[in-house]
């Protein structure tokens, strides 16, 4: 019986974090982090490799996992990492509030399909068998929960009482974050679900991510067109870079008004172009085939 062995994604994870943190560290004359975001990061990543490496077989897993598949999901949890820590964590949670909003497109736009896209189906499949879980997973993939859960999150998080208290309570920030990730990965799970059965039909699909950046473009648009700064916190926060207050607002609202919508155009015009194949396709293979008789040959 062959020794099981633990997945290489969990090595290349945890060297290359180690390797972010050092060379940053020496780079920028310090890195920060919390204990709890190494050690987050670090345990997914543990779970992951086992659950794709020693423990595939019994999940249900038949064959081993596409490279470029776990690679995809490795490289969300740096970006994850990146994000979190270090010069982005600085600037968005003591200088700037457009640093911070590049902070929440990474760990809502872009992490989060990057781990739906890098989890295997059958690991899903696996996870869905308990009846609750399979309940509770049909409930918020419907199209316009999943919508209002990630939409509604989004939105609420930054008004500004609940968004000031992000930057005065370590708690409520670490809170925001997690409900930032979790209900971005619902609001992708329509599209992105790893396991195709569980998505809606695929027009569907591209209906849904038509609707889906308008709620962030609307709060990105209110952010940029108010003529006074809405989070006190940035107008007393030292200078930097040049940029006054009113001016890095209206920067971080334009963030979350156009280059946000942008990866939501380009996931639509990837599903546009699958689906047009996929129609082809089946065109194609409808084609009538005029059987061959002695009459037809001669």
């Not at 994870?13 to 940053?24: E, H, K, N, T």
Request: aromatic content about 12%.
């Amino acid at each position: 019986m062959p020794r099981s062995r633990i997945h290489p994604s969990l090595a290349i994870g945890l060297i290359s974090m180690a390797v972010i943190y050092f060379v940053g560290d020496a780079a920028f004359d310090g890195w920060s982090t919390h204990v709890s975001i190494p050690l987050g990061i670090g345990g997914l990543l543990a779970g992951y490799a086992a659950c794709i490496g020693p423990w595939r077989a019994r999940l249900g897993g038949s064959a081993p996992v596409p490279r470029e598949q776990w690679l995809c999901f490795v490289t969300a949890c740096l970006i994850l990492f990146v994000s979190l820590t270090g010069p982005i964590h600085d600037i968005s949670d003591s200088y700037l509030f457009s640093g911070h909003m590049v902070q929440h497109l990474l760990i809502t736009l872009l992490v989060p399909p990057m781990l739906l896209i890098g989890t295997p189906d059958w690991l899903v499949r696996r996870a869905l068998r308990p009846a609750p879980l399979a309940r509770l997973e049909r409930l918020l993939a419907t199209p316009l929960v999943a919508y209002l859960v990630f939409s509604g999150t989004v939105a609420v998080w930054h008004l500004p009482a609940l968004y000031n208290s992000t930057l005065i309570r370590l708690e409520v920030h670490v809170a925001e974050h997690l409900l930032f990730i979790v209900t971005a990965v619902i609001g992708w799970w329509p599209v992105l679900a790893p396991a195709r059965e569980l998505r809606p039909k695929i027009a569907f699909q591209m209906v849904y991510l038509l609707l889906l950046p308008f709620p962030m473009k609307i709060v990105g648009m209110l952010i940029t067109l108010s003529d006074s700064v809405l989070y006190p916190a940035y107008a007393i926060a030292p200078r930097i870079w040049g940029l006054d207050p009113l001016a890095d607002q209206q920067i971080g609202g334009i963030m979350m008004w156009v280059p946000a919508g942008f990866v939501f155009w380009v996931t639509l015009a990837a599903h546009f172009f699958r689906w047009y194949g996929d129609s082809r396709s089946q065109d194609l293979g409808e084609v009538n085939v005029v059987p061959l008789t002695r009459e037809r040959v001669l």
